[in-house]
Structure formats: C-alpha cells, structure tokens
C-alpha cells in the first residue's frame, strides 16, 4: 500500500509515531511510504528511512520541482507546502495508481486495508466530512466557498487519492487560480481548496472510523446513544486524528486519547 | 530472554494479548517462552505458538510430572496449577539459569531488558510488594505468616527468579509441607507461600515499574505528589498488572488503562 505525508521538520516526531502506529498494526502488509519533505536533512531523512526499515517499509523521497510553483501565489502564515498533497497528481511517479495521504497528526489503531481498497468510483478523492462541532459552522462554510452542492466540508487529513483521475482532473494552475481569487476567503487554504474545487468528486467515509476527531469524544458518544464508547473506537477506529492547536506530543496535552498516543511515542522510540 | 507463564483455557486470551504486548514493546529481543499449561488442547498450543511465531520468538511446553504432586495437599478452590511458579526450577531444562514468571493478566508496556538483567545476589527471587491499599493488610498478612523480618508482601505476578539459587534451596516437599501446616490461614496460597517461606529471599524492585497494580492510579499520584501521572506511567511502567476481579478483557471493565488494554486486544488479533 502507498502512503503519503507531507511534512517540514518540525512534524518529525509525529510522523514518526504515526508511522510506526501504521507498521504495528498493520502486520503482515507491505507499505511503500512517499515522503514530501520541506527543509528535511540528510540526517531527516535517515531517520525515517530506519524507523520504516523495522518494518520493511520502503521509504521514498518526493522530488519537488521548484518550476511547479511558477505560477502559485503566496498566502501569508502558509508556506508552498501547503500545496503538496494537492499536487500529489504532479508529484508522484506515473506507476502510483493510489495513494493515502495522511497528516502527521493521526495515529493508527486499526487495519487500513479496507480503507485502501475502498470503491471510489470516479471519485477523485475518498475522506471524511467532520461533523459535530464543524456542522455548525457548516452555513459558513458553504457561503464562503459556495459549496452549497456537497453534502458537507471534508477534512483534508486523511486522503485515499485515485490518482489516475486526478492527474486527468487536477490541474495545479487551476489551484493556484482559485487561491487567487478566493485569498480573502480561505481561512483552511488546502482544505478549503479541497472543498471548493472538487467537493462533488470526493466520495464521503465514515468519520468515526477513519478520521475520528480526538477532541470530539463526547459528542460522537452522545450521538451515538452511548454506544461510541472508548471499546468502540478501539475496535473500530483505524485512524485517530488529533485536531486543533493542543497536540498529545505536547507535555500540557490532557485528551482521552492522551495515554495511549504517549505510550506509541516510548514504543516508536523504541524502533530506532 | 526467558519467560515463564502458568495458564490453564480460561486464560489464553489474555495471555496471547500480555505476549503480544511483550513482543511489540521489546523489538530486538529474542524470547524464549515457556507455558506450564493445564486442560490445554493441541489447537490451544498451536494457537499460541503461531502467535509467538509472529515475532520470531520460541514456544516451549512445561512437561509436569504426575508424580511431582504425589506429597501435595489439595485445597479447595485451588488446582495444582497453583504450585507451578513455586516449582519452576524442577518443572524448566537444567540449562536456564534465569526466568521471568508474569501473570497472564499483565500487559507489558515497556522495555524487559533492565528488569531482566537485574544484578539478583544471593536471593531466590525479585518481586514487587504491593504497597498503599495492600499496606493496609499488611499487619494482618505479618500475623498471618509470620513474616516480621520482611519489609512487606509481595506479589507473586512477577517473579525474576534465580534458577540456579532454587534449585538448590526450594524443595517441593517443604512447600506441600508448608501449605499443610497452613492451610488454614492461607488466603492467596502461591503468594502466602512465597511470602511465608521465602520472603527474605526476595529482591525488592519499584512496584510501579515492574508490577503496576492498575487499580491503584490515584494512590501512586498522590503519594507521588501528582508526579505519576499518565504520561510519568506511559514513560516508566514496564509492566501494568491487572489486579483484582474486575479484568479488563471483561466487558464492563472500566479502569483508567481500559483503552490501552482493549487497543493492544484488537491488535493482538491481528497478528494470527
């Protein structure tokens, strides 16, 4: 299976431990990990290359031609790598039929076979919409980017990407274009181009099951009636997703999910 | 390494979950598991062994010998299978000079290694005594088997024991003898028994490393002065022990290290 991340330096701690939470629960499978890396060192990328080697996962660097970029605009606050996982079409080799891209912030608990092997159709994308606390700000949301068509807003975390149809379908000057002309508008430049462009061309998975929202617990229990308790998300949840600003690798983080996102930080250590 | 489990049916699926958690926790390592096993059918070995297979580690039968048992008291309640541990070093091969007994309601959270290679001296054993509610008995467990000259109880879930040391001073007889003379005082028989008889030959190590009682959580905050919190056990805890009735692969269980329990369930069948 193909996996996707995009990261700067900053995000190698989480990478790691979402890389090995993908290894060790996944026995058995063989992943060829895709890595686009900004401001990575030899040393960077080494480091990963070791930690995938544990688990005879291939490790693959992601060449960025810098010429992509001609025609891209800068937002404030953003740096270009926020259009790596848009570029995904451009960026990988030609053989890649599927990939999954995952942010760095997400912890694995489950098996992603099924997941990867999802029907997409003609989909350009499969992800999941964040519900709950994102639906109320859903009427926003669709005014800003008048998505008034889609169902819902699409968290960009996690992406199984049909790459065929993308490459035919995605076209990075038309990304570029749109961020252009929406600049004042985008508060989630990648998600939000997401949305806005091909909203209609993602097909919509099941949330609790592969983008569960770690600050959401409550919620996802109540809605469910109870029944989403925490031996639920163990055994249906294949990816967490720490959303927001507070992250579980900080020393003040007090989630649910905290003891057991801690515990894969000492294992990945462990893996070196 | 080697290491050491008693378990008859009731509890192979704990115990498949406290050997996978070993195996993951411990990447590198080389296990040499022994299982003095009761009522076990061949598919009940093979299960175990495939598990074990898993992470390159060895699976090895305890023979028992009938006649081993020949001057043994039965007490109510209890089987045979609550002599095994104290009969380790006539039960394993001449040739191991050390062992690591663990209860099967136990997850390992951590790396063996330092535990395993603890400098042991003359004593037959090292173990953990249980302090804080178990201190509570302490007065009745010293009147109970007069073990005043012992720094306290310990429990008989871990136990490094020094192979060469018992076999030349543990002798079956004196524990049958033992158990006869104190049969009616005996509550938790294998542990009185160890308390009893060899109680000042026995290490001591930190109980919240090595033999976490999981109900205790707010007991070690608060003698720690809220240092042990999560993150300190997700940290240091090499062995979290599931004491008492309530067990954590039981459905309504409810402790605060539930999550982690259940994650390592369903990723323990995933390696089959």
């Known amino acids: ?50 930690l995938l080697a544990h688990f005879h996962a291939r490790y693959h660097t992601v060449t960025i031609d810098e010429s992509w970029f001609s025609g ?73 980017l008048s998505t008034y068509e889609t169902e819902g807003y699409f968290n960009s975390g996690m992406l199984l990407m049909n790459l065929a149809r993308i490459r035919s379908l995605v076209f990075p000057q038309v990304i570029f274009d749109y961020v252009k002309e929406n600049r004042a508008l985008l508060v989630l430049p990648d998600q939000d181009v997401l949305n806005g462009l091909y909203g209609r061309h993602i097909l919509a998975l099941d949330e609790q099951r592969f983008n569960y929202d770690a600050r959401k617990y409550r919620e996802y229990l109540l809605s469910s009636s109870g029944e989403h308790d925490r031996n639920w998300v163990m055994e249906n949840t294949v990816i967490l997703h720490f959303c927001g600003r507070k992250k579980p690798w900080h020393s003040g983080y007090r989630g649910r999910f905290s003891m057991l996102y801690r515990h894969y930080m000492q294992l990945t250590d462990r893996y070196d």
Chains 1, 2 share one sequence.
């Not at 890389?19 to 063989?30: D, F, M």
């Not at 076979?113 to 994102?134: F, Q």
């Open 1 to 50: 299976m193909n996996i996707l991340l995009t990261l700067d330096r900053n995000y190698i701690l989480p990478a790691r431990v979402l890389l090995a939470s993908l290894c060790i629960n996944n026995p058995g499978e063989q992943f060829d990990v895709y890595i686009a890396a900004d401001g990575f060192t030899d040393g960077d990328h080494e480091n990963l290359r070791r």
């Open 72 to 144: 891209a605009p800068t937002l404030r606050y953003y740096s270009r790598a926020m259009y790596y996982r848009l570029l995904a079409g451009r960026m990988l080799p030609e053989h890649l039929h599927r990939i999954l891209y995952l942010d760095p912030d997400m912890l694995v608990t489950g098996k992603i076979r099924p997941l990867y092997e999802t029907d997409m159709g003609e989909n350009l994308y499969a992800a999941c919409i964040h519900r709950g606390i994102v639906d109320l700000s859903t009427p926003v949301n669709r005014i800003r």
